[in-house]
């Protein structure tokens, strides 16, 4: 999906997820697929029971990149019609007025807490998490695949560094587009109401404060569904949005099916060092104790109740 199919009349805005500095009209900006959705059970538009989603609520999907996000995104845009989806790869939800959020009931794309407070009235929000240091070697490998001309047909900044460099010279890079990215980039993504923008000085130096900050606003999230755990998240996820279910959730942008993209191509795996393995902790020292604390708790991140 392309940013004007994605939020009519919507402004542009520079972007500061995993994206960052790269142009929108990249090769994931397609329609969203839809999934084999279930027959939906009483209780409403979609089902569920007394948990049904009602007519004035809306769903969020806050994006974290390389967390299995896509094949959420999937099943639960299959639950409303097109015209209802707004997907968008980079953080303008902040930018855009309420009239045009309120035509919209699923929300995606790689936004940070402090935009998903924009969308206006009741919503239920989720998110998925991963282990930190196998997200950044998953992102690596996915901007390493995307195909030469792509990268540069739309100056997609990410993806060419990957390219040029090794995996360990790559996690030490300094351009901004990329530490935003890498550097404790979950936390970064929930801080709220702190404006980070894509800033390189930002060092996280309160590194308790952010970190709890970070888990307080999780805490309103009425799902936080995990990477390694997301067949099993979804089953009970679903209900508690007021969704149908799917026969089966769908795997997207896997590095076993990227090759089946004609903007990617096949690459060779890097092997890990202990250099890179070094550098990966050093970049995810919050995240790591974000995702720590978060699974610990993960069976409270479950409220059927709109925010």
């Known amino acids: 999906m392309s940013d004007k199919e994605a939020a009519p009349g919507s402004a542009k805005s520079g972007a500061s997820g995993p994206d960052a500095g790269n142009k929108r009209e990249g090769p994931g900006n397609k329609p969203v697929p ?23 609520e809306r769903i969020v999907f806050l994006h974290i990149a390389k967390c299995a996000g896509s094949s959420l995104a999937v099943l639960l845009a ?14 303008v939800l902040g930018t855009l007025n309420s009239d045009t959020l309120r035509s ?24 998925v998490l991963r282990d930190p240091r196998e997200r950044i070697v998953s992102l690596y490998h996915f901007w390493r695949s ?26 030490k890079s300094k351009e901004p587009e990329v530490t935003v990215s890498i550097d404790n980039h979950m ?5 709220g109401s702190l404006n ?35 067949d099993e998240d979804v089953r009970m996820m679903m209900p508690i949005l007021g ?10 942008n896997t590095f076993e099916t990227l090759d089946a993209n004609r903007n990617f191509e096949k690459i060779a795996r890097e092997e890990s060092t202990d250099e ?8 995810t020292v919050s995240d790591r104790l974000f995702y720590r604390r978060a699974r610990d708790i993960r069976h409270t991140l479950r409220c059927p109740y709109p925010s």
Request: no cysteine; aromatic share 8%.
């Open 196 to 230: 980070l923008n894509q800033s390189q000085g930002f060092r996280l130096q309160d590194r308790d404060y952010a970190v709890e900050t970070a888990i307080t606003n999780l805490k309103r999230f009425n799902y936080v569904a995990f990477a390694d755990t997301l």
């Open 276 to 283: 890179v393995r070094a550098e990966l902790d050093r970049l």
């Open 78 to 91: 299959s639950n409303f019609p097109e015209n209802e989806v707004f997907h968008r790869r980079d953080d």
């Open 187 to 191: 936390v970064r993504v929930m801080l």
């Open 146 to 171: 995307h195909k030469p001309e792509v990268v540069e047909r739309l100056n997609l900044r990410g993806p060419r560094i990957a390219r040029q460099r090794p995996l360990l010279e790559f996690l």
């Open 243 to 252: 969704l149908a279910g799917a026969d089966g959730l769908p795997r997207l």
């Open 34 to 56: 839809r999934a084999k959705q279930k027959p939906a059970a009483a209780g409403g538009p979609q089902g569920q029971g007394r948990h049904s989603l009602r007519v004035n």
């Open 104 to 127: 919209y009931r699923f929300f995606h794309g790689h936004f940070t807490k402090h935009s998903v407070d924009a969308v206006p009235g009741p919503k239920r929000i989720v998110t």
